[in-house]
Nanobody
Framework: QVQLVESGGGLVQAGGSVRLSCAAS????????MAWFRQAPGKERDIVAT????????YYSDSVKGRFTISRDNDKNTVYLQMDSLKPGDTAVYYC?????????????????WGHGTQVTVSS
């Protein structure tokens, strides 16, 4: 079993920055591809960023590319999402996800462990 706990969300003004953290339980965290998804009110849950087990090959959705940075610290069993130049359109619940099967990728179905989410609200 893997448990994921997100933190770091809150209210921020447009143009500001927030760093989300996702702490994972389990000794095998270092072999899991990880991802951040987000879900705005009334919308589907969409991919934001992914990272492979070694911290390389990051992927970003077009809407956040150049503004968000995903990273991980396997010694701390934690994955991060640094969010800069925030826009009101970034307002959503942000979810951390892990894939214990090693597939990774951009699809919801690829991930079998999820956190409960953390709210990020960007005011204009």
């Amino acid at each position: 079993q893997v448990q994921l706990v997100e933190s770091g969300g809150g209210l921020v003004q447009a143009g500001g920055s927030v760093r989300l953290s996702c702490a994972a339980s389990g000794r095998t965290f270092s072999i899991y591809p990880m991802a951040w998804f987000r879900q705005a009110p009334g919308k589907e849950r969409d991919i934001v960023a992914t990272i492979n087990r070694n911290g390389g090959s990051p992927y970003y959705s077009d809407s956040v590319k150049g503004r968000f940075t995903i990273s991980r610290d396997n010694d701390k069993n934690t994955v991060y999402l640094q969010m800069d130049s925030l826009k009101p359109g970034d307002t959503a619940v942000y979810y951390c996800a892990a894939d214990s099967r090693g597939w990774g990728g951009v699809f919801l179905s690829s991930y079998n462990y999820w956190g409960h989410g953390t709210q990020v609200t960007v005011s204009s």
